[in-house]
């Protein structure tokens, strides 16, 4: 049996080999920056906190009680690493830009910086935590207990002192060594070098003492299959039948949960980052690092509750074993293991927790009530040393007095739990913040509060069961009986695991009013920029360099703060930079936007992102305008410019409305301009026949003194003036319904060509009385086309005519000829006769328009090219004018040719 006295000796000195180490890995960092302090093995293995006496220690008792249970707690941290590339490496991303110091501050520093986040965050983090640390104060103690035993040279100088003695003791030793360890500088965002280095040597050791452990008890058990079949022929069953229930898969998800909101976990994983890229090792190394911590678990235990008594403490089995195989080395050795992995534990969750209460505690209240000592360089980081001191204490309190009540527990495994489920709170909010633009502040502060209410009600209020009869009564009857408000059976869950039915509910509550809050509430002006810049960190990294703009604040102001907070050096060393990047002196710096974001930052890895923002604020704004208001002030303008745009949408449309009105307007004018020009043109056609039957009816009626002949040439003379004005008014309607569309059409395959031949046959006779000599040109043979066969002829027998009627050549000549162009029957009529003048050629085909030139002729109405263009264009072809070898008009038809 060891003596409590070498044992308690041999932790102080292992204590002191670690301060010793952290003292040279600090020099040695500020010497060497690519020192191997840097290497991602150092931080791979520092991560290796997670693992503490719970799983050096507690794991196996876990195991003997629960079977595989224990490998959630190994399995969550697992999935989270071989996945870094989709959580992790965007966490890190966003702590190394916005110099962020903890969950606390990423949590404030994305909804729009608010202190009163940070604050609740920060007092839930203390609470919950306190569990763990009384889960390490228990191990410490029941591990000293177990290596000195009840004998009076066992007990040495702990005679007479009991468990809570100790326990004291042992927490009053880790406040003292965390304040040596982790208060030495000011800067949370300076890594603590030296302190990461001794976590790893303590990771190494801890693993290094639980293999040996393992490979002791294989080798006296017989190896695996010799431990197997002894626990079998002793009857010793583990139990597997609650592998993967309710429970199992709790503790799965709150262990995923954990290795990302734990203080520890994040200001090693997130904080202490010195390069991305070591996530890439750390995504298979650390994996790694737990296979190895748990691959002899399940043997340990299995041996121990095979040899060992029935009584017998199944959490220490990795001490007595060895001790009840006489090897005292190596059960000492198993309690440095043990021993380190409690204290890396407390060393670095006290720092992280330390960081956030005077990060977001004390340092807002110094703001609000303290008078800004400029010349007091050193001031601020005294304050800070100080608060960070006082908070490690009051954390380890807490911690001590938890034990103190709950001290009777035997198992480590469930006040541990009870930590996981409180830290779980956070999860859903650090997912909302660098995932989800539209979560809010309101929305997610509700939704901790509420989660953290239940989890106080359902998970840690019943932890105080054993020690308090009005808190077992409060859980067999529910608060003033009302027994569906059970902590252990809300709403009638009842028959659940106490765990699951905490993490069920509380769980369920944050995620419901985190979600329904974000989308029943408006994001702040500075929480939707805060939004872009977490959410798109990889595609918008500059947003993190941009900061408040300076206002009337001068260099000198933002040196006094930042001499304050950051020290004399580090102020000066941050200025003199700055002004070298512009080229001028120190003296002469004026402060810019992205200037003043930087020393944010700066000041951020002081005081956090919080105090830095409102601290800064307070410089450069003085009683300039808000951010909200410079928001609203640029929404305003937002509008009046989407406004003016609609105005000018508006006016264009306007315009165009007009004008298609003044161009309607001017087609109304063309058109009542054509009405009266031509009923002017029908009126003057019809008054010249009419005029004619009118005077000769007047000379017959009053002709008693004519002849016969006279009398029947008169007669003869009104009957063709009838005719030319019937024939007139036929030509008038026959063009009108043309135009309308109105006249009846029948379109079929026709001949073109032998429709020309008919043409040419009905003038014939004309041809023949005029002695015009008609020259057959070159024709296109039998041609197909779609329309109306007479209409057509009507067409020719007009062209036909008409080069007959105006020709007044010596040697008149009319040419005939027709072809196959392009996919379109061309036919052309010319003559040698005086042409049709230029000035005339517009006009030619309107109505009662006629050539002035050469026609003897001169009854016609003036509507036949008209109808003719009508009747063409009904046929898909076009009438047109055309050169000519000839000296008179060319016209010139095109129809389109059937296909196939």
Same mark, same amino acid.
């Given at each position: 049996?060891?003596?409590?006295?070498?044992?308690?000796?041999?932790?102080?000195?292992?204590?002191?080999?670690?301060?010793?180490?952290?003292?040279?890995?600090?020099?040695?960092?500020?010497?060497?920056?690519?020192?191997?302090?840097?290497?991602?093995?150092?931080?791979?293995?520092?991560?290796?906190?997670?693992?503490?006496?719970?799983?050096?220690?507690?794991?196996?008792?876990?195991?003997?009680?629960?079977?595989?249970?224990?490998?959630?707690?190994?399995?969550?941290?697992?999935?989270?690493?071989?996945?870094?590339?989709?959580?992790?490496?965007?966490?890190?991303?966003?702590?190394?830009?916005?110099?962020?110091?903890?969950?606390?501050?990423?949590?404030?520093?994305?909804?729009?910086?608010?202190?009163?986040?940070?604050?609740?965050?920060?007092?839930?983090?203390?609470?919950?935590?306190?569990?763990?640390?009384?889960?390490?104060?228990?191990?410490?103690?029941?591990?000293?207990?177990?290596?000195?035993?009840?004998?009076?040279?066992?007990?040495?100088?702990?005679?007479?002192?009991?468990?809570?003695?100790?326990?004291?003791?042992?927490?009053?030793?880790?406040?003292?060594?965390?304040?040596?360890?982790?208060?030495?500088?000011?800067?949370?965002?300076?890594?603590?070098?030296?302190?990461?280095?001794?976590?790893?040597?303590?990771?190494?050791?801890?693993?290094?003492?639980?293999?040996?452990?393992?490979?002791?008890?294989?080798?006296?058990?017989?190896?695996?299959?010799?431990?197997?079949?002894?626990?079998?022929?002793?009857?010793?069953?583990?139990?597997?039948?609650?592998?993967?229930?309710?429970?199992?898969?709790?503790?799965?998800?709150?262990?995923?949960?954990?290795?990302?909101?734990?203080?520890?976990?994040?200001?090693?994983?997130?904080?202490?980052?010195?390069?991305?890229?070591?996530?890439?090792?750390?995504?298979?190394?650390?994996?790694?690092?737990?296979?190895?911590?748990?691959?002899?678990?399940?043997?340990?235990?299995?041996?121990?509750?095979?040899?060992?008594?029935?009584?017998?403490?199944?959490?220490?089995?990795?001490?007595?074993?060895?001790?009840?195989?006489?090897?005292?080395?190596?059960?000492?050795?198993?309690?440095?293991?043990?021993?380190?992995?409690?204290?890396?534990?407390?060393?670095?969750?006290?720092?992280?927790?330390?960081?956030?209460?005077?990060?977001?505690?004390?340092?807002?209240?110094?703001?609000?009530?303290?008078?800004? $000592?400029?010349?007091?360089?050193?001031?601020?980081?005294?304050?800070?040393?100080?608060?960070?001191?006082?908070?490690?204490?009051?954390?380890?309190?807490?911690?001590?007095?938890?034990?103190?009540?709950?001290?009777?527990?035997?198992?480590?495994?469930?006040?541990?739990?009870?930590?996981?489920?409180?830290?779980?709170?956070?999860?859903?909010?650090?997912?909302?913040?660098?995932?989800?633009?539209?979560?809010?502040?309101?929305?997610?502060?509700?939704?901790?509060?509420?989660?953290?209410?239940?989890?106080?009600?359902?998970?840690?209020?019943?932890?105080?069961?054993?020690?308090?009869?009005?808190?077992?009564?409060?859980?067999?009857?529910?608060?003033?009986?009302?027994?569906?408000?059970?902590?252990?059976?809300?709403?009638?869950?009842?028959?659940?695991?106490?765990?699951?039915?905490?993490?069920?509910?509380?769980?369920?509550?944050?995620?419901?009013?985190?979600?329904?809050?974000?989308?029943?509430?408006?994001?702040?002006?500075?929480?939707?920029? $805060?939004?872009?810049?977490?959410?798109?960190?990889?595609?918008?990294?500059?947003?993190?360099?941009?900061?408040?703009?300076?206002?009337?604040?001068?260099?000198?102001?933002?040196?006094?703060?930042?001499?304050?907070?950051?020290?004399?050096?580090?102020?000066?060393?941050?200025?003199?930079?700055?002004?070298?990047?512009?080229?001028?002196?120190?003296?002469?710096?004026?402060?810019?936007?992205?200037?003043?974001?930087?020393?944010?930052?700066?000041?951020?890895?002081?005081?956090?992102?919080?105090?830095?923002?409102?601290?800064?604020?307070?410089?450069?704004?003085?009683?300039?305008?808000?951010?909200?208001?410079?928001?609203?002030?640029?929404?305003?303008?937002?509008?009046?410019?989407?406004?003016?745009?609609?105005?000018?949408?508006?006016?264009?449309?306007?315009?165009?409305?007009? $004008?298609?009105?003044?161009?309607?307007?001017?087609?109304?004018?063309?058109?009542?301009?054509?009405?009266?020009?031509?009923?002017?043109?029908?009126?003057?056609?019809?008054?010249?026949?009419?005029?004619?039957?009118?005077?000769?009816?007047?000379?017959?009626?009053?002709?008693?003194?004519?002849?016969?002949? $006279?009398?029947?040439?008169?007669?003869?003379?009104?009957?063709?003036?009838?005719?030319?004005?019937?024939?007139?008014?036929?030509?008038?309607?026959?063009?009108?319904?043309?135009?309308?569309?109105?006249?009846?059409?029948?379109?079929?395959?026709?001949?073109?060509?032998?429709?020309?031949?008919?043409?040419?046959?009905?003038?014939?006779?004309?041809?023949?009385?005029?002695?015009?000599?008609?020259?057959?040109?070159?024709?296109?043979?039998?041609?197909?086309?779609?329309?109306?066969?007479?209409?057509?002829?009507?067409?020719?027998?007009?062209?036909?005519?008409?080069?007959?009627?105006?020709?007044?050549?010596?040697?008149?000549?009319?040419?005939?000829?027709?072809?196959?162009?392009?996919?379109?029957?061309?036919?052309?009529?010319?003559?040698?006769?005086?042409?049709?003048?230029?000035?005339?050629?517009?006009?030619?085909?309107?109505?009662?328009?006629?050539?002035?030139?050469?026609?003897?002729?001169?009854?016609?109405?003036?509507?036949?090219?008209?109808?003719?263009?009508?009747?063409?264009?009904?046929?898909?072809?076009?009438?047109?004018?055309?050169?000519?070898?000839?000296?008179?008009?060319?016209?010139?038809?095109?129809?389109?040719?059937?296909?196939?």
């Amino acid at each position: 049996m060891l003596s409590a006295d070498f044992v308690i000796a041999t932790a102080i000195g292992y204590v002191c080999l670690l301060f010793v180490l952290a003292y040279i890995g600090d020099r040695r960092a500020r010497i060497n920056q690519r020192s191997w302090l840097h290497s991602p093995a150092v931080y791979t293995l520092s991560i290796s906190v997670y693992c503490t006496s719970w799983t050096f220690y507690g794991a196996v008792g876990n195991a003997a009680r629960s079977g595989l249970e224990f490998l959630t707690i190994y399995l969550g941290p697992t999935i989270v690493f071989v996945g870094w590339y989709f959580l992790l490496r965007r966490l890190v991303r966003i702590g190394h830009l916005y110099r962020i110091t903890s969950v606390a501050d990423l949590l404030s520093s994305r909804f729009g910086k608010s202190s009163r986040l940070g604050v609740l965050v920060t007092c839930i983090a203390v609470i919950g935590i306190a569990p763990y640390i009384a889960l390490q104060l228990k191990a410490v103690t029941s591990s000293i207990q177990a290596l000195a035993g009840s004998s009076e040279f066992g007990q040495g100088s702990l005679r007479g002192i009991d468990d809570v003695g100790l326990a004291l003791g042992v927490a009053a030793g880790m406040a003292l060594f965390t304040i040596l360890f982790g208060t030495r500088h000011v800067d949370a965002k300076e890594q603590h070098h030296g302190v990461v280095a001794a976590i790893a040597f303590e990771a190494v050791v801890k693993l290094t003492a639980l293999v040996a452990v393992g490979i002791f008890v294989l080798y006296i058990g017989g190896g695996f299959e010799g431990i197997f079949s002894q626990a079998a022929a002793r009857g010793v069953v583990v139990d597997t039948s609650a592998s993967f229930d309710s429970r199992w898969i709790t503790t799965l998800v709150l262990s995923i949960a954990a290795i990302v909101c734990l203080p520890r976990q994040f200001q090693v994983t997130v904080v202490e980052n010195s390069n991305e890229n070591h996530l890439r090792v750390a995504g298979w190394a650390f994996p790694a690092y737990m296979f190895l911590m748990s691959i002899f678990i399940l043997p340990i235990a299995i041996y121990g509750l095979t040899v060992m008594p029935a009584d017998a403490n199944p959490d220490m089995f990795a001490l007595t074993l060895p001790l009840a195989a006489g090897q005292n080395g190596l059960a000492l050795f198993a309690f440095i293991g043990g021993f380190s992995s409690a204290t890396s534990m407390i060393i670095l969750e006290s720092i992280a927790l330390s960081i956030m209460v005077s990060n977001h505690i004390i340092m807002p209240l110094v703001l609000r009530f303290s008078r800004p $000592q400029f010349g007091e360089g050193q001031g601020m980081s005294r304050t800070l040393l100080v608060a960070r001191r006082f908070s490690i204490m009051l954390i380890l309190s807490l911690g001590f007095f938890y034990f103190f009540f709950t001290r009777d527990s035997n198992a480590l495994a469930p006040i541990g739990l009870i930590s996981f489920t409180a830290i779980a709170q956070f999860f859903p909010a650090l997912l909302a913040a660098i995932f989800w633009r539209e979560a809010s502040l309101k929305a997610v502060t509700a939704a901790i509060l509420a989660g953290f209410a239940t989890w106080a009600w359902c998970c840690f209020l019943p932890s105080f069961e054993s020690v308090s009869p009005a808190v077992s009564q409060l859980l067999a009857d529910g608060p003033a009986g009302i027994s569906w408000l059970r902590p252990e059976a809300m709403f009638g869950l009842d028959g659940w695991d106490p765990l699951a039915h905490a993490a069920f509910w509380s769980l369920s509550v944050n995620v419901l009013t985190l979600t329904l809050g974000s989308l029943l509430t408006t994001p702040s002006a500075l929480e939707r920029i $805060q939004a872009a810049a977490f959410v798109d960190v990889f595609k918008r990294p500059n947003l993190a360099l941009r900061g408040i703009a300076p206002g009337s604040a001068t260099a000198t102001d933002l040196y006094f703060v930042a001499e304050r907070v950051l020290g004399e050096k580090r102020a000066a060393a941050l200025f003199e930079v700055a002004a070298r990047e512009r080229g001028v002196d120190p003296v002469l710096l004026e402060p810019t936007p992205e200037f003043v974001g930087r020393l944010e930052r700066e000041l951020a890895g002081s005081i956090g992102a919080a105090s830095a923002h409102v601290m800064l604020s307070k410089v450069v704004a003085g009683a300039d305008v808000s951010l909200e208001e410079m928001m609203q002030m640029a929404d305003e303008t937002q509008q009046a410019i989407e406004y003016s745009q609609e105005l000018e949408r508006t006016s264009a449309e306007l315009r165009m409305t007009a $004008q298609k009105l003044e161009d309607a307007n001017q087609q109304l004018r063309q058109l009542d301009s054509q009405k009266d020009e031509f009923l002017s043109q029908v009126s003057h056609e019809v008054r010249t026949p009419m005029t004619s039957i009118r005077s000769f009816s007047e000379i017959l009626l009053d002709g008693d003194q004519l002849d016969d002949t $006279q009398r029947q040439r008169f007669v003869s003379t009104i009957h063709q003036e009838s005719l030319r004005l019937t024939k007139l008014l036929d030509e008038i309607l026959d063009l009108s319904a043309l135009e309308r569309g109105e006249k009846n059409w029948t379109s079929q395959a026709v001949d073109a060509d032998a429709v020309l031949d008919r043409a040419i046959s009905v003038c014939d006779a004309l041809l023949r009385k005029r002695t015009i000599r008609l020259d057959h040109g070159q024709r296109a043979g039998r041609t197909m086309i779609e329309g109306d066969p007479d209409r057509l002829c009507q067409v020719f027998i007009n062209l036909i005519s008409n080069a007959v009627k105006y020709n007044t050549s010596s040697d008149p000549v009319v040419r005939i000829s027709s072809a196959l162009r392009a996919g379109n029957f061309v036919a052309e009529v010319a003559d040698n006769g005086p042409g049709i003048a230029k000035g005339e050629r517009k006009l030619i085909f309107e109505k009662f328009s006629r050539g002035r030139r050469g026609a003897a002729d001169q009854t016609g109405a003036g509507l036949g090219l008209a109808i003719s263009r009508q009747i063409v264009n009904r046929m898909n072809g076009t009438l047109d004018l055309a050169p000519s070898t000839l000296p008179g008009a060319c016209f010139r038809l095109r129809l389109p040719v059937i296909r196939g």
